[in-house]
């Protein structure tokens, strides 16, 4: 069912033209615009206290869905008294509802992780006007952006015959012209972005009790050649865009599967991290013409649901233990941890030397990426409810999904009201 408001489609169709084409530095993927956490534009404040402004906040039903940002608009998930799943657009400039839509869709996590909610998890993603929203009952969603009008669904269960998966469809798709990636009914799936169509499927793992992995597929170039990078239950793989073929695989250990983070590449390495296995550094080689992997080092550390910031060498990761860590990507020194524990979840970006974190504690870390010390900056309460979800920044704005509120943030590097050790909630000026 979809309600659409009136305001919303008479600005929508004055901005069709723009919207259809998506604005590369905007964030219209998980992780940003290249799945990386890397921003440029606006430099950064200092100082949040001085310089930061609550624009709006709208208050919701629970999600994990990072915000997705097109120009002008801000799109989210939401799970409804535990029966249905919502899409919203909002207007950036002022919080306005531009459209809704929903469907059925809800299922109960296992017990033991019950606590962190059962609800919409995976960030969408925003491609050439359409939205690709997953749905927690391993069904996929393409919407148009400017409507929310329904283009197409596919749900894997019913398609591939898989089992339900017990964590519902977490992986963020990835979307380029030539189709849609994701992993969902126990295996690696591209599809025709257009209509759905299945175009290949590999990894096959069944699925189990526990389903699909967590982790997020990663367009990289390495030794020249284009791949999609994927981390599944038990792989780390590169997969060929066309075909799906497997051009080389490293086993990666985890805990009943649960392979979570998104892995980072620098050159030919790839820098990855897992709960229950390790934090492992994989070389892959060139030669006679195929590739293949090898463990450059490895180190009983483990990383968790975060995934790293790599920078100068250097990769930034917060850890199943809730602390911070940096490894030397060439040796594998662990050059500090901090001591300060953090919560399960930090989301980061970087931009420069500077990155920027928000923890499931609901609090907003500017640290400096420096890899002789652990060293924040500043930092500031940004909400009183959990923030699973990754954060989303385009410009001098800053849009934060809680548990219960989608909440847009202004700074500035011109003074604004100082906050003191206030909460911003609450705190908005024009």
Known sequence: MKISLVLGLLLLSSSSQAENK???ESWANWRGPM????????????????????KWQKDLSPSYSGPILSDRYVFTTETVD????????????DGSLIWETEWEGSLSVPFFARSNGSWIRSTPALYDGRLYVAGIRDVLVCLDAKSGDELWRVD????????LPSFGFVCSPLVDKTG??????????????????????TLKDGGGMWGSAFSSPYKATIHGKEQILVQSRTKLAGLTPDEGKILWSQDIPAFRGMNILTPSVQGNEVFTSSYGGGTFNIKI???GGNLTSQVKWKDPTQGYMSSPILYKGHAYIHLKNQRMACFNISDGKKT???????GKYVSFIRQKDRLLGLSEKGELLLIKANPEKFEIIDKVKVS??????????????VYIRSLNQLIAFKWSQESAPDLGDSKLIGKATD
């Open 285 to 287: 080689d060139f030669a």
């Open 156 to 163: 894997f269960t019913k398609r591939f015959e898989s089992p």
């Open 384 to 397: 009183d409810s959990s923030t699973w979800a990754h954060l989303a920044i385009h410009g001098d704005e």
């Open 82 to 93: 535990k029966k249905k799943e919502v899409v919203k657009a909002f207007s950036r400039k």
């Open 22 to 24: 998506v604005d590369m």
């Open 336 to 342: 500090w941890t901090s001591k300060e524990r953090f």
């Open 180 to 201: 849609v990636y994701v992993q969902a009914g126990g295996s690696i799936v591209k599809l025709n972005r257009k209509t759905g169509e299945t175009l290949w499927r």
């Open 35 to 54: 799945r990386t956490g890397e921003v440029q534009g606006t430099e950064w404040p200092q100082n949040f206290k001085k310089s930061w402004k609550l």
